[in-house]
């Protein structure tokens, strides 16, 4: 039998938050239906049916009842939350032209893109009309402002791929666009709909920014690192997708000039030949840039922890300082 | 030299309206930028370049102005309503694999699908923020609940296409959503902003709403009888790629049995051949099916005319009547 303490700080989040998780569950299904077009219910089942973590609306939900909030506002926001993430999916599987997403094959596979664009600003459209719902516009500010800061972060991603130039500065812009952004906002409505105080917001603004780079940064080394039947992605997705994540930063600003030469071929052409992938893990090895890249990561997750310091005790506190720990333990 | 009344009705609007207009285009140049991803206002500007014809912003300050509103937040709905049908520009050239917009290179074969995508989930979330601005409630539950429809008739659309089984109700649905819900969102807007009595507003809805149905008729019947050179499109588009607009519609509906059996060809399993488009025209004009469809906008544009009936005498509600002559005016 397990104790309160071994279950993983996800888990525990989500007990503490069951009635309210349910009542999410419950608003996301009424509101992604759609009268005229079964269409869309189709594809968003399929992805409700894949099973995510909810993480999102858990941080809103999380944040809303460490400030005392009880209701019932915070459920339509974890909603438009995880509306606008399962939204981005649809296209970020447009985009990378994906054929799985939780293991299961994507959208775009299964229909076309067409329906992975259309159902996406659907989910889009949706979550603009459930935020309206709670009438405070600081919320409605805060939502829209992620949602573009989301759409930036891509766009920028999209143009610093292949790119070898591409900068620390340019990858954390755009994980604070394509994943912070999201995590930030949905942690900041939650104390904004409690009415808490200036400080507490802030505080949980920093928490969730720091959470989602910290995130970022441990999914993009565990593509480098990680094991296929965990993280549910291939090792090497990134170098075979020419995308300028940490790890090849920091391995390209070290390279001496037989190394970039290697990179020059397959990362900005894309010439890419069998024993490449290894090569480059080698290389990302000689300079230790995975090892740099774990100690930003567990960096950002320290930040996160601090962050909650002028939060009051509150055992959804605890939970939140553990989860950022345990972004970071399957890295450590 | 032309008097006043030998203009377009589009062209007195703009004049009428040319101060507030001139402040939509300044606004809408500011929030298309972007500090961090420069390929945004690359991929805007070449659309904001093609020029269009930014009717659906002068609806709304149109609307506005006729209700006694000076400002200055019919500015920033106008701007609202452009970058909501700008993303979705982008998004249909995605979904329909379009090469040209306006007679001009569309942005994904310009640039790529992907930043077409991003772009577009870029310019539906500054649309968002624009319209938090006001600080009106029910302005934002109105332009959210348009986008919604509009992406819900787009997936409708989709699946209704190459199903020889669609009716006029299903395409009246389409068409409500794709082209209508944007017009009666930006005349509906102008009258809330002002704070008009509560028939004015639903007139100014009605108005848009006819006005949008109207709009797409034509457009769906000069597919079939329209000249390249004012349409800017090829005549037949829709039919090859095997689109249940309403003239088809019509014709399926009255096809015998050797008919049907082309359509099933053509439309449903999208074998066409050299001539068909040919038989297809003599097939449409047979059954009637072009008139009947011009009848259909017709009786849209005056209802629409009817619409605005309610409102008080104004310059500018002659020219949004004149205008809605003006949109069947190419098909008479």
New interface residues.
Partial sequence: MTTENSQKPHDRLAAALATDMEAVSALIRERMA?E?????PEVTAHLVGAGGKRLRPMLTLGAATMCGYSGPYHIHLAATVEFIHTA?LL?DD??DESAQRRGRPTANLLWD???S??????L???S??LM?EP?S?PV??IL??A??T???????Q??AAQNLSTSEDTYL?VVR?KTAALFSAATEVGGVIADAPEQIVKALYEYGDALGVSFQIVDDLLDYEGQAESTGKNIGDDFRERKLTLPLIKAVALADDAERAFWVRTIEKGKQEDGDLDHALALLNKHGALDATRKDALEWAEKAKNALDVLPPHEIKDMLSDLADYVVARIS
Same sequence: chains 1, 2.
């Avoid at 664009?117 to 659907?122: K, N, S």
């Avoid at 989301?150 to 920028?156: F, M, N, R």
């Fill in positions: 759609s005229h077009a079964p269409r869309i981005t296209h447009v985009v893109n067409q329906s664009v259309l159902v996406g600003d659907y889009f459209a949706r603009f009309q309206t009438g516009m409605m500010r829209s402002n949602a573009a989301i759409a930036e972060g891509e766009v920028l999209l143009t812009q666009g």
